[in-house]
């Protein structure tokens, strides 16, 4: 049989009804839903009208007002001293609050999939003024839709804070969130423009919204080489996969995503989501979305090449001291708790990785290596620092 590629309405079928094409990989190359992939009826309709202004700073705000209301009212509430986790009163609270008090995480642990965010989130953990709650809650980028949820995702890290056995020290204590999703996926805002206006938009993303209610917060970026992470995503979260239907895919989202340039600008099509998800390592476009909001020294950047190599010796105490907590060094540092630990493996994910790329055609590392290579040395240039070409880590 030839082989053809697979434009995205088909794989819209194959996420949500059976498809209408068969082909003789399509079972062994079948891969699980994915969130968003409707918002293609949106963009593949010519009808529908791009707008791609850029609102002013108080027209964002007046959006995410109009959007988020609730997020807004009681997440912007005055912090309680007493914590260094930034806790409030809710709104109906008596003065003395009591229970009716939330908090937001004190610092967000964004990335990519399949960058290394699970073992730095545990690593961080082992300090005990970090307390060990849910690392991906995915509360921003897909799960705020409902007020109960709102409510439930703050009350939760309050309850992280007032059940530890240390909460008389709770200014001392703090929570993260680990949501690797919150640096990339923004379709829940894009689905919201859409439908509220009638146009393809996206007038703001999560870094702003975050920003607008907790301009303080602490944010650690995780980046790997995105050609590798491409790579790993696909074989971590496809089933059955083969380098055959990877290269499949892959030509179909280059094509898409140079269709989508023609109508829209960057920052829009990086924001859509393809299979393979090339998006994801498109970094310049969505870190510049969080430079745009929080200051420098607000943002801890770490490479996962680098973290691999000195996340002990170095790089440990340098986010202990970002987060402003107490330094303390590693033979002081308890061992990984269990609870922790789940699933991490480095030795035996490298080996299976290198085993996997192995796999991968050549002529699609190289696919990959072009479409990459322009998008890192603008990377390179924002961040003035050429580690961020990953020469040193060439594709495997």
Request: charged share 25%.
């Amino acid at each position: 049989m030839g082989k053809r590629a697979i434009n995205h309405t088909e794989i819209l079928d194959v996420r949500l009804k059976k498809p209408k094409v068969k082909h003789a990989h399509r079972k062994r190359g079948k891969f699980k839903p994915s969130p968003g992939m409707d918002v293609w009826q949106y963009v593949n309709d010519t009808k529908m009208i791009y707008n791609g202004t850029r609102y002013s700073d108080a027209e964002k705000v007046k959006l995410m007002k109009e959007y988020y209301p609730v997020l807004f009212k009681e997440f912007t509430k005055p912090r309680l001293p007493s914590y260094k986790s930034p806790c409030f009163c809710k709104s109906y609270a008596s003065t003395s609050c009591l229970k009716a008090w939330a908090c937001l995480p004190y610092f967000y642990l964004i990335g990519a999939p399949k960058s290394g965010t699970t073992d730095l989130w545990a690593q961080l953990h082992r300090h005990p003024a970090i307390l060990y709650n849910e690392k991906e809650p995915h509360w921003w980028s897909r799960r705020n839709k409902a007020i109960d949820n709102m409510f439930g995702y703050f009350e939760y890290q309050r309850i992280v804070v007032d059940k530890n056995p240390n909460a008389k020290q709770g200014s001392n204590l703090i929570t993260g969130d680990g949501s690797a999703s919150t640096l990339w996926d923004n379709l829940l805002i894009m689905k919201r423009a859409i439908s509220s206006t009638g146009q393809l938009s996206l007038p703001f993303t999560w870094a702003e919204v975050i920003h607008s209610v907790q301009p303080e917060a602490k944010i650690i970026a995780v980046l790997r080489n995105p050609i590798n992470r491409v790579m790993s995503d696909y074989y971590a979260f496809y089933q059955h996969p083969s380098p055959e239907y990877f290269h499949m895919l892959l030509l179909d989202a280059l094509q898409t995503f140079k269709n989508c340039l023609k109508r829209c600008d960057l920052r829009f099509c990086a924001n859509l989501p393809y299979q393979p998800r090339i998006q994801i390592g498109l970094y310049v476009v969505h870190l510049q979305e969080w430079f745009d909001v929080f200051p420098r020294d607000q943002v801890f950047l770490l490479r996962t090449e680098d973290w691999h190599l000195h996340r002990q010796m170095r790089t440990l105490p340098r986010l202990f001291e970002f987060l402003d907590i107490d330094p303390i060094t590693d033979d002081d540092l308890p061992p990984l708790s269990k609870r922790a630990t789940d699933g991490i493996n480095i030795k035996a994910v490298t080996q299976k990785q290198g085993e996997i790329y192995g796999h991968i055609w050549t002529k699609s590392k190289e696919l990959l290596q072009n479409f990459y290579r322009p998008y890192n040395q603008q990377l390179a240039a924002l961040l003035k620092d050429p580690r961020f070409l990953w020469i040193d880590t060439p594709t495997r």
